[in-house]
């Protein structure tokens, strides 16, 4: 870590597919930090609170937090966090050294992260099923099934051990939340069977597994 950089802190959620993925790069940058709960759904959200909106004004997960300089510094976003980190711990990278190779885990990456995530988002789903009185399940499935799909698709000609090569990129590190969030949702994933394998190799990695929801110490409070 720089030595300009001190207390790193993510505020984040256990099932939060964003969150998750920013505790999966930790975890695989090896990256010292502690860990701030911030339960979406007590009391009508923890994100909603004064004292988290001054942190973050869009009241969402996951926030890093840090000092330098003497300054607390904030970012939000799990694509900008992520590219923070690589900066910050460049080692083990996320992002391949051929500039195709990283557009592509890139490309990869905005599939999940503004193609598919936000369709399943908390928020939307309770706008389809209030406001437009629609079925939030059906609707997610749908474009969570067309997501995968498409980057299945995109996929197959990059990957071979993960979905970019044989080495762990952000691709791999946003595809398995959304694979969990896929079985919550209840999608067929029998014809995602490239994905569900890159999904078995990364879950035998010690960083997707310290990652992985159910291990967080706010799902075992949960009763998760």
């Known amino acids: 870590m720089s030595a300009a950089i001190q207390g790193l802190t993510l505020y984040g959620y256990w099932r939060s597919s964003c969150s998750w993925r920013v505790r999966i790069a930790l975890a695989h940058k090896g990256a010292p930090h502690a860990y701030r709960p911030v339960n979406l759904v007590r009391d009508g959200g923890e994100q909603l609170r004064d004292d988290y909106r001054a942190k973050n004004p869009m009241a969402q997960v996951p926030l890093l937090e840090f000092e330098q300089g003497g300054a607390v510094r904030r970012v939000s976003q799990s694509v900008a966090i992520i590219e923070l980190l690589e900066e910050l711990f460049p080692a083990p990278p996320l992002l391949p050294a051929d500039p195709y190779l990283r557009a592509k885990a890139r490309q990869l ?43 299945q698709a995109a996929a197959v000609e990059l990957c071979g051990q993960f979905c970019v090569g044989d080495q762990v990129t952000v691709a791999d590190v946003f595809l398995v939340p959304q694979l969990y969030n896929a079985r919550r949702h209840g999608v067929d994933l029998a014809p995602l069977s490239t994905l569900t394998r890159i999904e078995a190799a990364c879950m035998a990695l010690p960083a997707f597994q310290a990652a992985h929801a159910d291990r967080q110490a706010d799902a075992v409070a949960a009763g998760a």
């Open 109 to 151: 990456v905005e599939m999940v992260n503004s193609g598919t995530q936000p369709m399943q988002n908390t928020a939307t789903l309770k706008y389809v099923q209030s406001e437009l009185g629609g079925d939030e399940k059906a609707f997610a499935r749908r474009f969570i099934a067309s997501g995968l799909a498409a980057f």
